[in-house]
Nanobody, 126 residues
């Protein structure tokens, strides 16, 4: 059974940091790209970062570049998202997702992904 389980969300003050984790099981992790998305109430799901498990290449949305860092531990089938300098408008449910390929130009499209986690809430207070 394929599973993606996010953890690490919570309440943080503006300017603070959180580290999210995405633990994967049930598929050959090294063959997949893992993306992080977020969705705020009333807004569309937004792709924020992607990592290719095969070669470690990473991609970021402009809105988070320089503040967020994605990394992976293939031995643990886990991807992390370190989020620094968080802003109140980044309050959302954060999801990780997987698709069988490497991150490409279309990595931010949610329809590309085959598997999704249940999400973890991140709340940034002002």
């Amino acid at each position: 059974e394929v599973q993606l389980v996010e953890s690490g969300g919570g309440l943080v003050q503006a300017g603070g940091s959180l580290r999210l984790s995405c633990a994967a099981s049930g598929f050959h992790f090294d063959d997949y790209a893992i993306g992080w998305f977020r969705q705020a109430p009333g807004k569309e799901r937004e792709g924020i970062s992607c990592i290719s498990s095969s070669d470690g290449n990473t991609y970021y949305a402009l809105s988070v570049k320089g503040r967020f860092t994605i990394s992976g531990n293939n031995a643990k089938n886990t991807v992390y998202l370190q989020m620094n300098s968080l802003k109140p408008e980044e309050t959302a449910v954060y999801y990780c997702a997987a698709y069988r390929s490497f991150c490409g130009a279309a990595w931010g499209g949610s329809r590309l992904y085959d598997y999704w986690g249940q999400g973890t809430q991140v709340t940034v207070s002002s």
